[in-house]
């Protein structure tokens, strides 16, 4: 097999990897790594020699993929922080294939382009054959292969791009345009009409020659969406275009996402490492109780994952290239949009988005220098290259096992996978309570703001009766999510309880010391209330004031102290 056989290949993966669900579950990038680090082990033996390239945008991205892996040593889930160094570092594979092939930028970019009009194509095909509508739509929306209609809109708008970038359009490249535009408006993303309809103004004015070609093609577009919908009975999906506005409840969510994290970046400046937020947030959330894996803004999730340089190289990286000659209008304008709606959703977590980026803005061939691998070098290299290869098929396997469902062998291979155990323990809790009561013990002591853990040991220490136990998981509880007034309730019973049983055993001033507990849940309310309420009309407000159950506690405790006080 020659190098024109691995160029089919590699093109091969570049096409089938958005349908893979663009890479964003664990399996699907490993998979991906492997596939790339074969990849890259072929060219290097045929080659004889690395290419690197030598240049800002190298540095930058070595850089940010090493603070990943720094990440570990002082995440709040080291286990989960390796599977995520793991899953950023595929993305730099993708960029060490790149530098290592003789292929064209326009190969990339075609083979892209052509796979967003056959994903497009098969997309809108769902809303004919029911088999294809259950996995390819979700909610009303079109989210394809994706899953998620925001990135699919930000993946088709870039391909869209990609094909009108060509210094000829041909028929069949307009019949392209109109079903990707089609499939961009099935999506329903607010924030990607917004986007789309400013990047079709910008083109307008910038090109005019291709109006006779866009124009047309997007009005065609339109009509066959508006066709789809009506014919369809998604008309009740117009209502959510109606919506599009700034005081939308889940746009307000979102800002309340982001004001929160500002309190996260100052405890940790260095960042929290891969899902560190997704365990944390709760902590700190104000305003609405939500509970969400990814901050929906990738500039932030940055932050959070690696801390304030991961920022600010970012930063560089997006004005060295919108300012670069080398780059053409087109592809700039392809970088503000994947920075533009990046800053307001989580699409870089699904890593073809990353590959998208890379081969827009691909390598710089004159800053191309090739190192010779020969002999002692090669069989390094090779065994360095092998080590990572066989590491990627090992993780991919044991997170397909989590992902379907088969939590105990995927555990086996990898026992550091926190959301394998939390789901496993979750289902030992009511069957197996002893199994159960030990992953969660392990789930604590690797991560020790995981709530889930302690829900689990609070609910099993109460059923046996084990007060104190119980009391000191639901104590960590409310201090963990804070604005759960279902855990405060749970809280307020487990004191109760107590204060019973200390009364039934004669310790009068152990029990005292519970029922004052209890008298305190209301002034914690209230102070909590005023650090945490905000006026934004949001779904999910917390409802930070007693609860029928905390009344009724209550007043057990007053006739509880008074019992005591009159005895």
Known sequence: MGKKQINIILMGFVMI????????????????????????????????????????????????????????????????????????????????????????????????????????????????????????????????FFQYPNTF???????????????????????????????????????MYIIAIGTLLI????????????????????????????????????????????????????????????????????????????????????????????????VLQIVMDIGIVGFVLMGIYFVYNTLSKRLTFYDKLSIFIIFGHGAIDFDWQFLVIGFLLLTIVFVDETKIKETNIKGIKMVGTLMIVGVLLINYIYMALNSYLAYI??????????????EAKINLANEYKDTEPIKAYKLADEIINQNPFVINGYIIKRDIDYKNDELEKAYTSAKKIVSLNPLSIKNLEKYSNILLDMARDSIENNRKKEALNRLKLIFEIPYHLNKLAKERLTDYNVKHIPRLYMSKKLIDNNVEAEKLYDKIIQD
């Open 17 to 144: 990897c958005p349908f893979l669900q663009g890479a964003y579950f664990y399996h699907g990038a490993y998979l991906a790594g492997a596939i790339l680090l074969m990849i890259l082990m072929y060219y290097i033996i045929i080659n004889r020699t690395l290419h690197l390239e030598r240049s800002l945008n190298h540095l930058l991205i070595f850089i940010g993929v090493l603070l990943y892996l720094v990440s570990i040593f002082h995440a709040v889930d080291k286990g989960m922080a390796y599977m995520g160094f793991l899953k950023v570092l595929v993305v730099y594979l993708f960029y060490l294939v790149i530098m290592q092939t003789n292929m064209a930028k326009k190969t990339f970019t075609d083979a892209l382009s052509f796979c967003g009009i056959i994903m497009s194509a098969i997309s809108l095909s769902a809303f004919f054959i029911p088999c294809l509508g259950n996995e390819l739509i979700q909610k009303g929306r079109l989210g394809s």
């Open 153 to 191: 809109a930000l993946f088709i708008l870039v391909c869209t791009i990609l094909v009108v970038n060509r210094e000829k359009l041909k028929a069949y490249h307009v019949i392209g345009i109109i079903i990707m535009w089609a499939a961009l408006l099935l999506t329903f993303s607010r924030s």
């Open 203 to 298: 083109i307008i004015i910038y090109d005019r020659k291709k109006i006779k070609y866009l124009i047309p093609a997007v009005l065609l577009g339109t009509a066959i969406w508006y066709i789809i919908m009506t014919f369809g009975d998604f008309t009740h999906m117009f209502d959510r275009i109606e919506e599009t506005s700034t005081q939308t409840s889940e746009w307000l969510t979102r800002l309340l996402y982001y004001k929160d994290s500002i309190s996260i970046m100052k405890d940790y400046p260095f960042g929290s490492g891969h899902l560190g937020y997704f365990y944390i947030q709760r902590k700190y959330q104000t305003g609405a109780t939500y509970y969400v894996k990814y901050i929906h803004s990738n």
């Open 405 to 418: 469902g088969e939590y105990e062998n995927s555990l086996k291979l990898y026992p550091y996978n926190t």
